[in-house]
Nanobody
């Protein structure tokens, strides 16, 4: 069994910051890319940022500069530092990983359960 467990979400005022974490655990052999996506009410899920094992990053263009993705490979953990948060950043944030299990099964897109981020005064 594999789990991606997100944490760090919550309520924050506009202009504030949050740091999300996502830890992958279970019978994992390897993880390639990890990333964050978000889904606001009534909207489609959208890419926030991704990062490869080697540290190459890709951001949703409007978020670059406010959001920073990083990862700790030995801990199978990815982080998302979010600064200068705006009400429009309110969404459920999902962790995603491209991973292979010890039994050989490959999941190009494995999802966490999501963590709510609410930006409001």
């Amino acid at each position: 069994q594999v789990q991606l467990v997100e944490s760090g979400g919550g309520l924050v005022q506009p202009g504030g910051s949050l740091r999300l974490s996502c830890a992958a655990s279970g019978s994992i052999k390897s993880i390639n890319a990890m990333g964050w996506y978000r889904q606001a009410p009534g909207k489609q899920r959208e890419l926030v940022a991704t990062i490869t094992t080697g540290g190459s990053t890709n951001y949703r263009v409007p978020l670059k500069g406010r959001f920073t993705i990083s990862r700790d490979n030995p801990k199978n953990t990815v982080y998302l530092e979010m600064n200068s948060l705006k009400p429009e950043d309110t969404a459920v944030y999902y962790c995603n990983a491209d991973l292979r299990l010890l039994d050989g099964r490959y999941f190009p897109s494995y999802w966490g359960q999501g963590t709510q981020v609410t930006v409001s005064s």
